[in-house]
């Protein structure tokens, strides 16, 4: 998903309100469904894996889970992925991760992240480890108490024990890189 570019590249504020004209444009109803969001976001109907990416940033989102991204969701979105600390963006991955919202992630909840980002990561880098693999190493570093699940205190801290962890965690796929390539291709 636009590995091209820096892993460290900063959407200006052009950019970020350039997309807030075009939720304007195609949501005038105010809300923004997913395939609306993916039309916008350049998303190929042919990328599964790019397709199952923005359809957990899209839930990640939905504050109020009903299936619509109103336009501070969002605007909020838009400010947390390009613009947002670690700490927050580090929040906002563990709630991606847990995709039953129980406030700890499972092996299986960590798996499918890292499947998907797997087959992202794998069309511009050779990766020598398999996804299981590379979620034993997660719980190896990260669950603390070994109790074969991470609560976000476990999930925080382990981040910032090396920076293959922190890059996994923190789901670093140049997200904003891609936005950047894909909005010069939109209508």
Not at 70 to 77: I, P, Q, T
Not at 91 to 119: H, P, T
Not at 151 to 166: I, N, R, Y
């Amino acid at each position: 998903m636009g590995q091209e570019g820096s892993h460290n590249e900063e959407m200006d504020l052009a950019q970020i309100q350039e997309l807030c004209i075009i939720f304007m444009k195609e949501c005038p109803s105010g809300a923004l469904h997913l395939h609306e969001l993916k039309r916008i976001f350049g998303v190929q109907s042919t990328s599964e894996e790019e397709s199952l990416y923005v359809e957990t940033i899209f839930h990640s989102f939905d504050t109020n889970q009903d299936n619509t991204l109103d336009f501070l969701e969002y605007v909020a979105a838009l400010h947390l992925i390009f613009r947002g600390n670690l700490e927050d963006r580090l929040k906002w991955s563990f709630k991606m991760y847990d995709k039953n919202g129980n406030g700890k992630l499972d092996r299986q909840e960590v798996k499918r992240i890292i499947r998907i980002i797997y087959k992202i990561k794998n069309r511009t880098s050779n990766i020598s480890m398999t996804p299981s693999e590379i979620c034993d190493r997660i719980f190896e570093l990260v669950d603390q108490n070994n109790d074969g699940q991470i609560t976000l205190s476990e999930f925080m801290e382990g981040a910032q024990k090396d920076e293959w962890l922190m890059n996994l965690l923190k789901l670093d796929i140049n997200a904003t890189g891609w936005v950047i390539q894909n909005c010069g291709k939109l209508p």
